[in-house]
């Protein structure tokens, strides 16, 4: 059976074409267009209308096993999607229906619902389900409340402050009564999470020494440090930890795009004499439990407790460049493009 959308509309796809060094180039990618495919039996057709970037996307690209499998040579970049349900063969999802999914970097998905949750846009904004009430968010709620087992009267200290995650990560930890400070870079990122989202403290790590810039924001050590971005930072924070510090490695964006392996931390034994622990994680731990985090985000964006913002570029097409916004730190917020 063909469809008017198979006949009529085209796919426009973002595939990976080689696997980048350092920095992903334009010609890593290749933008093609090819019929739409048809939904078979116990099947949706959608159509994507916002796509996820994430700084993880890096990770995907690289040759070896991984926490997921490497995106192929050739295949459609992996990401995730809010999706418009077009045409359906599946018992569950009905034309009309707004879904979130891994739909990948192209125009239209075929899906067999597995993994796929359906959203409702007269309850949030579309794109937010891809950042606040989506990983990002899920990543923030339980990277600090689970993995950093935050206390009310701690002192956090999150990196990538103004970004996706942390800009979540240190407004959920103001509101459950803690002391924040973030790092940033550059004056306008520094000036939004202090006066717009309420942090206490925030370090330009461009322009001052990280170094000198913490210790004095946080001249009794902390009892956090959320990390997005590895690297010197890392060994920072890790210098003034507090007896009993939780570490939580979220990410370390510093690293991706290194072709050197990455450096270790120089001041790991700070975990010892501080009787403090490092883990990372993986949001997808707790996907059992997403509904939770939704339910508690939700009420504390309606209640006016939590901002979320997003950053949307225009443009499937526009992939290959935007990709590298979170890169050089030119999104302001959840990057996200709209197809
Ligand atoms: N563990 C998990 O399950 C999980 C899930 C989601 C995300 N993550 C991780 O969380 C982190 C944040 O992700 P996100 O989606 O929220 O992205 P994001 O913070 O919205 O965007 C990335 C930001 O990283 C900063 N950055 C880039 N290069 C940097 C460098 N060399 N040094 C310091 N900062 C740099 C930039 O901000 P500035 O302008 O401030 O430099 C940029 O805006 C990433 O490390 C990501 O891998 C982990």
Redesign the pocket.
Known sequence: MTTQYGEFMKNTRVLLASRPVGLPKTDDWQIDSVAVEQPGEGEFLGEVLYLS????M??WINEGKSYVEPVGLGEVMRAGGVVRVIESRHPEFAVGDHVVGMSGAQKFWVSNGKGVKKVYPDLAPLPRYLGALG??G???YF?ILEVGELKEGDTVLV?????????LVGQIARLKGCRVVG????EE?CRYITEELGFDGAVD??TESLQAAVRKLCPDGIDIYF?????E?LDVALSILRLNARVV????????NKTTPPEGPKNYLSLLVNRAKME??????FAARYSDAIRDMSRWIDEGRLQARE?IVEGLETFPETLL???????????IIRV
Do not use: E, W
Not at 159 to 167: D, F, P, R, Y
Not at 183 to 186: C, E, N, R
Not at 280 to 285: A, E
């Open positions: 970037l994430d700084p993880a890096r990770g990983m990002p899920m990543t923030a990277g990196s990538g402050a103004a970004g996706a995650v942390g800009a790092i940033a870079g550059g990122k790590y461009k990390d997005n971005v590895g690297g930072t490695i979220c990410g370390a964006i510093s690293q991706y990372g994680f993986i949001v997808f731990d950053h916004m979170l890169f050089d730190g030119r999104n302001q917020g959840k990057l």
